[in-house]
């Protein structure tokens, strides 16, 4: 990518960075001038709907952004470098495969829950938990073993 691509993107930080520090002080301004009771909230907090408000709107644009450059960045990539599209192809399809495993892996049995005195028996949620952990586990281990495997295969190149 050229330059030019990376000196918008350091412009575009320059002004979200200044846009929540703007956020961040009408918040604190909001507060201070419009202090509405705390009537849900504990004693001792301040509840301001419009500079919640504010910031959450502002987080929604954040995060929009970073969406689109996480989108757009990756297609420029691949459209400038053909040959890594493939490496990353691969990367995909082996994520997919290693959470299609953890999914037939996954059980939706109901689990003791002592809070409620009873079971847990959302079988949506258990398997979703249960595919994030195996998930988890299998990303866990297949990156201890890359680092093992990069370190011996440097020692074995300089030995």
């Given amino acids: 990518m ?12 320059y002004v979200l960075l200044l846009l929540g520090v703007g956020v961040f002080v009408y918040f604190v301004v909001a507060s201070v001038l419009y202090p509405e009771p705390a ?4 004693v001792g907090t301040v509840g301001n709907a419009m500079g919640v408000n504010v910031m959450l709107i502002y987080a929604y644009v954040v995060f929009a952004v970073a969406l ?6 990756p297609l420029i990539n691949i459209i400038s470098n053909p040959k890594g599209a493939m490496r990353t192809l691969i990367g995909v399809v082996a994520m997919l495969v290693i959470f299609f495993v953890s999914y037939l892996l996954s059980s939706d049995a109901p689990v003791p829950n002592p809070a409620a005195n009873g079971y847990f028996t959302n079988s949506a949620v258990l398997k979703l938990t249960d595919v994030g952990l195996y998930a988890g586990y299998a990303i866990f281990v297949i990156a201890i073993l ?8 440097s020692a074995v190149k300089k030995g």
């Fill in 146 to 153: 890359v680092i093992l495997w990069g370190e011996i295969r």
């Fill in 39 to 42: 009537t849900e909230f504990p």
């Fill in 2 to 13: 050229n330059n030019k691509i990376f000196k918008y993107i350091k412009y575009l930080s």
């Fill in 68 to 73: 689109v450059l996480a989108i757009m960045f």
